[in-house]
């Protein structure tokens, strides 16, 4: 055959996803679409998260910088210049901020860029230490980053942040980018660096008395998880057309790692489902704030009532499925175990 049988379905569940994308664009009302295109950006974050925290095993906390980042070269470069100038209100802005100018999809490569090279120098201090510490080390660029945001208005425009970004990212980019990313992640899991992160996850001193250089195999990953995580958040700049610097919080990190770990560390289909699961859900029960009315009986609203369900949702998927949903396998590895 021209075409494994295991390359076909692949081609077949790309092609499936692409129609279903041109669907909802032309034929979904602007809500539905706005849901989608909300996770389908979260889900290029999770891929992304997913590739450092469960491919690599780096319990990083990182992603919230980085989308800060990408959202603010995207949204700089997207601004047109003169409007920078009427924008900046505390003071004006600096002379390169203001010529700075890019089309949609080179602002995003860009944003991506910059990323990987912080990334880069970032991983010399990042990666001498391991576990908790790890965590500590890259919770705190994060925080960084915003009160970098904050105190540097002639770059930023500070507290008050960035408007009237120009809006160009629809499903159709989104979704494109998002298949991008997981062709591009599948294809690095599947190679010889994939399995080298893998045997860092498991154990670094056997991976690294095997001849693996365990400190660029997890710089690796970092700075492809930083590249995508810099593009989710031009995407998210870009669709939401305001940025500030109290987006970039520690719950956007909180979010992502509810998502990868209920979908399962380590597995890309995983993070596609928690995505939706979690950033569709999570929508999909606003009903339960509302006025309802159940056999004849008006509950009232209750503002907060659709997270507590999400909540005890998540801790009973959670319980009968300790290791996530996909546990470290692929949706492909499972229909493999199931024929036989």
């Known amino acids: 055959m021209l075409?494994?049988?295991?390359?076909?379905?692949?081609?077949?569940?790309?092609?499936?996803?692409?129609?279903?994308?041109?669907?909802?664009?032309?034929?979904?009302?602007?809500?539905?679409?706005?849901?989608?295109?909300?996770?389908?950006?979260f889900v290029i974050l999770a891929l992304s998260y997913n590739m450092i925290n469960g491919v690599a095993g780096q319990f990083s906390l990182e992603?919230?910088?980085?989308?800060a980042i990408g959202a603010y070269v995207t949204a700089l470069l997207l601004i047109p210049g003169n409007q920078k100038i009427?924008?900046?209100?505390?003071?004006?802005?600096?002379?390169?901020?203001?010529?700075?100018?890019?089309?949609?999809?080179?602002?995003?490569?860009?944003?991506?860029?910059?990323?990987?090279?912080?990334?880069?120098?970032?991983?010399?201090?990042?990666?001498?230490?391991?576990?908790?510490?790890?965590?500590?080390?890259?919770?705190?660029?994060?925080?960084?980053?915003?009160?970098?945001?904050?105190?540097?208005?002639?770059y930023?425009?500070?507290?008050?942040?960035?408007?009237?970004?120009?809006?160009?990212?629809n499903l159709y980019w989104s979704g494109f980018i998002a298949i991008v990313a997981l062709i591009v992640m599948l294809n690095i899991i599947y190679s010889k660096y994939g399995r080298a992160m893998k045997a860092v996850r498991d154990d670094e001193d056997a991976a690294s008395a095997m001849g693996v250089n365990t400190f660029w195999m997890k710089t690796y990953a970092f700075m492809t998880s930083a590249f995508f995580e810099g593009v989710g958040g031009g995407l998210m700049a870009s669709m939401l057309t305001t940025i500030s610097p109290n987006q970039f919080t520690f719950l956007l990190t909180f979010q992502l790692l509810i998502i990868i770990v209920l979908g399962g560390l380590g597995?890309?289909?995983?993070?596609?489902?928690?995505?939706?699961?979690?950033?569709?859900?999570?929508?999909w029960l606003?009903?339960?704030?509302?006025?309802?009315?159940?056999?004849?009986?008006?509950?009232?609203?209750?503002?907060?009532?659709?997270?507590?369900v999400f909540s005890i949702l998540l801790i009973v998927m959670m319980l009968f499925a300790r290791k996530g949903l996909f546990g470290d396998k692929e949706l492909m590895d499972i229909f493999k175990r199931a024929k036989k």
């Open 63 to 67: 992603p919230n910088g980085f989308v």
């Open 286 to 308: 606003r009903f339960l704030d509302q006025d309802m009315d159940i056999f004849g009986y008006h509950t009232g609203a209750h503002p907060g009532l659709r997270m507590v």
């Open 86 to 154: 009427s924008m900046f209100a505390l003071v004006p802005p600096a002379p390169f901020v203001q010529t700075m100018h890019a089309s949609f999809l080179p602002a995003l490569i860009l944003s991506g860029v910059v990323c990987v090279v912080v990334a880069f120098f970032l991983s010399v201090p990042v990666f001498r230490v391991r576990g908790d510490y790890l965590a500590i080390v890259t919770l705190g660029l994060g925080f960084i980053i915003r009160i970098i945001a904050i105190n540097n208005p002639k």
């Open 267 to 283: 597995s890309m289909s995983g993070a596609i489902l928690g995505t939706i699961l979690v950033i569709g859900g999570s929508e």
């Open 156 to 169: 930023t425009n500070g507290a008050m942040g960035l408007n009237d970004i120009p809006s160009n990212a």
């Open 3 to 41: 075409i494994e049988k295991k390359h076909f379905i692949q081609i077949f569940m790309i092609l499936a996803t692409v129609w279903f994308i041109w669907y909802a664009q032309n034929n979904f009302n602007a809500y539905t679409v706005s849901i989608l295109n909300n996770i389908a950006i």
